[in-house]
């Protein structure tokens, strides 16, 4: 087993009993980060997302720049995920055995220096960058998963400044656009521990 395998299969068990613990009359508040591999005690951004395998989309949370452990970080991104999504109900406990995890352990934001929209579009990689948008403080990210429902540049963009509260065909000179890269780990949360 690679070190990167294990550390995944590690993010994973805790991203799991961050949920879980959730339902308790007292839940943790961290995990227990003397038990945790070495590298997961370094600072690291990530995002937490659940599907349901009936419904879709079930909630994904996350953050962009590295502020805490990343044990602690898809800790309480698990928990936002699955508790506090403003866009969905809180996950129930009877939910669980239906749900995916995925856990993504974002690299750097590298800023994209770009004039126009169509400079932009010829140096995203589809399916490989993640996207963050900013504009006068308006803000949304895709990760880079989100490709495969918008597989062009175009709809992606279209969609990205849409979250960000801007219209689908805005551009302005100061806009800023950074990329990033994931490394991303999925399990049915079922079979976690």
Same mark, same amino acid.
């Given at each position: ?67 805490? *452990?990343? @044990? ?9 995920? $699955?508790?506090?999504?403003? +866009? #969905?109900? %809180? =996950? ?58 918008? *597989?062009? @540049? ?9 979250? $960000?509260?801007?219209?689908? +065909? #805005?551009? %302005? =000179? ?20």
């Amino acid at each position: 087993m690679t070190t990167e395998v294990a550390s995944g299969g590690a993010l994973l068990s805790i991203a799991a009993r961050a949920i879980r613990t959730g339902f308790d009359s007292t839940p943790p508040s961290e995990p227990d980060l003397g038990e945790c591999p070495a590298g997961l005690l370094e600072p690291a951004a990530s995002f937490v997302t659940l599907t349901s395998r009936p419904l879709g989309l079930r909630g994904c949370r996350g953050m962009l720049e590295a502020r805490r *452990p990343l @044990a602690a970080d898809v800790w309480h991104n698990a928990r936002a995920s $699955a508790f506090d999504d403003p +866009r #969905f109900p %809180a =996950v129930t406990r009877e939910e669980l055995a239906d749900l995916d995890l995925e856990v993504s352990v974002l690299g750097s934001l590298e800023p994209l220096m770009v004039r126009t929209e169509d400079e932009l579009r010829q140096v995203l990689v589809p399916g490989t960058d993640g996207v963050v948008l900013s504009w006068r403080g308006r803000r949304a990210t895709f990760l880079p998963k989100v490709w495969d429902m918008l *597989p062009t @540049a175009d709809l992606f963009m279209a969609q990205l400044k849409l979250k $960000a509260g801007l219209p689908a +065909r #805005f551009w %302005a =000179v100061d806009v800023e656009v950074s990329r990033y890269r994931v490394r991303s780990v999925r399990a049915d949360l079922a079979t976690l521990s």
